[in-house]
Every structure is written in C-alpha cells, then in structure tokens.
C-alpha cells in the first residue's frame, strides 16, 4: 500500500500523462475526421526542439510555445498535402515525417548548439501553485504544484467534448470520418473538413511537445518523444475515440510508466516494468483488447473533390 500511497508515483504520473493526453485528443479530432495521423510523434519531435529554440533566443518560453504549437501546425498541414490533395498512404507519410522529424532535430541541435546541447539557461513554462488542492489526501502534493499546460487540460478537455459532440462542426466533422459522401450530398467539403481535424491533430501535438522540452525540462535531447507519439495513438484506441476515453487511458499508461521508473532498483526486472506501456500499445493498436468501434472510413481516401 505504501508504494501506492506515495505522492512521488502520482505527481510523476500526471507529468507523464500530460503530453499523452493533449497528443491523444489531436489524434481524436484527426480520425474522427477519417484520417490516420500516425505523424504525431514527428509532430511532437519537432515542437520539443522548436520550442526549446525559439524560448532561448527570445528569452521567453511563452513565445517557445507559441513557436512549437506552429510547428505542430505546419507539419500537419504537410501530412494534410500529401494524403489529403496527393491522396498518398496516410500510414507511409506519417511514418515519413516521424523519421523527417527525427533526422531535421538531431541535425538542428548538433549545428545550433554542438556538443553540450541546448543551453542550461532557456526559459520554461511556469509552474502554478493552486495551494487548496494540497489538503487532498494522496492527490494533494501531485495536483498542487504542477505546470500551467496541465492546468489547461481541463478547459482543452472540456472544449474538446464540446465541440465534437455538441456543435454543428463536430457534428459535421464526425460524418466525414464514417460517410463522406453523405456530408459531400450535403453541398460540405469533406477534405475541408477533414484538413481541420487534421491541423487541430498538429496543434495539440505542438502543445504535447513543448511541455516536453520547456514545461517538464528547459532542454532538448535527441528523440526525446521516445514513442509518446505511438502511444497517443494507442490511448486514443482504447478510449474508443472518445475524449472522457482518451483522458483515462492515457492516465492508465502515465501510471504504468511512472510506475516503472519507481520499481526501479526493485524486486521486479526494470526491464519487464518499462516495456509494459509499449507491449499495451502494440496490443492496442492490434485491437486485441477492448471494444473499440473506429469510425466507419478511417482511412479511407476520399477523391471526389479537391481542397
């Protein structure tokens, strides 16, 4: 019980979770419109090292967010080109901007900063303290002093849930991504559509990847992601596309991993406990557990019209 009593386990469980979660929910708004986005971790790659970047240069991490969340952007809307208006395999290219990603930072950051690696001095995100959360017994100490963009997972959370199921785009886009061309005999753009799910995909992957590097470090190191990316996808799976889903499952694989990190040195083989959140993720990326109903066209090339 003590091991499940310590706060350290909780507080490095949300920081954990954090970037899955907004990563998780872009990956949502993505398929629901009918596109794969494996892309997210070259998304999130690049928002790191961007961030990072920029944050140093002009002294403000604010402006290092605001830098990598366009980032994420432009990524998306390069994925969005080329399996939207080029109609490639949307598994292919995002596995293509996975290794972009990878190759671009490690290139970056050996040219800009060499061998010592990004500069100790760059700025990160601040911390809030929201005192009246530490009387909360066990949850307290992790909930009480945390970043600003874990605070912003409530408002995202909840504007998340609203627009997709309570909005006419939402209502909209969620056609595209089970029959488009019931959308399209409704006079609506179904690439349009589905570039906004897409770039909305890359915007909460650029927000994933900049609490990385300059919400939970101040640094960037080479395929810092290591897979957050993936796992996002799987999160997304066993939260049946859903962001209430989403948020559980991705808390469910922010503990595994935290968990991990303090069996270390325990009884039980560090190596079984760290390759337990990626043996799920294969899991359920194969669909094995859970009864997760993805949309109807998920996939699914539409061809019939032009962005």
Not at 24 to 53: D, H, Q, T, W, Y
Not at 247 to 263: K, N, T
């Amino acid at each position: 019980m003590s091991f499940f009593l310590n706060p350290e386990l909780w507080a490095l469980t949300v920081t954990v979770s954090v970037p899955l979660i907004y990563a998780s929910l872009g990956g949502m708004f993505s398929e629901r419109g009918g596109v794969v986005n494996i892309a997210m971790e070259g998304m999130m790659l690049m928002s790191a090292f961007v961030s990072v970047a920029f944050a140093y240069a002009s002294h403000n991490a604010w402006i290092g967010l605001l830098a990598g969340v366009a980032s994420g952007a432009a990524m998306s809307l390069l994925f969005a080109w080329a399996t939207l208006k080029l109609q490639a395999d949307q598994v292919v290219v995002g596995m293509a901007i996975n290794l972009l990603a990878l190759g671009l930072t490690g290139y970056f950051l050996d040219a800009f900063y060499g061998y010592n690696g990004t500069p100790i001095s760059t700025p990160s995100l601040p911390t809030w303290h929201l005192n009246v959360l530490s009387h909360l017994p066990v949850l307290g100490p992790a909930l009480a002093q945390e970043n600003v963009l874990t605070y912003l997972l409530i408002p995202t959370l909840l504007g998340a849930q609203y627009a997709l199921f309570r909005t006419p785009w939402g209502l909209r886009l969620r056609s595209m991504g089970e029959k488009p061309e019931a959308g399209r005999s409704a006079g609506l753009s179904v690439l349009r559509y589905r570039l906004s799910g897409v770039l909305l995909s890359g915007i909460l992957s650029g927000i994933a990847g900049a609490y990385l590097s300059i919400g939970v470090l101040n640094s960037f190191n080479v395929d810092m992601t290591a897979g957050r990316g993936y796992i996002a996808l799987a999160a997304m799976i066993f939260g049946n596309w859903k962001p209430k889903g989403a948020l559980m499952a991705s808390l469910i694989f922010g503990f595994l991993s935290a968990a991990s990190i303090q069996l270390q040195g325990s009884i039980i083989p560090s190596d079984i406990v760290l390759m337990v959140p990626y043996l799920l993720t294969v899991v359920a990326v194969a669909g094995i557990v859970g009864r997760t109903t993805p949309p109807a066209a998920d996939g699914i090339p539409y061809q019939e019209e032009s962005l």
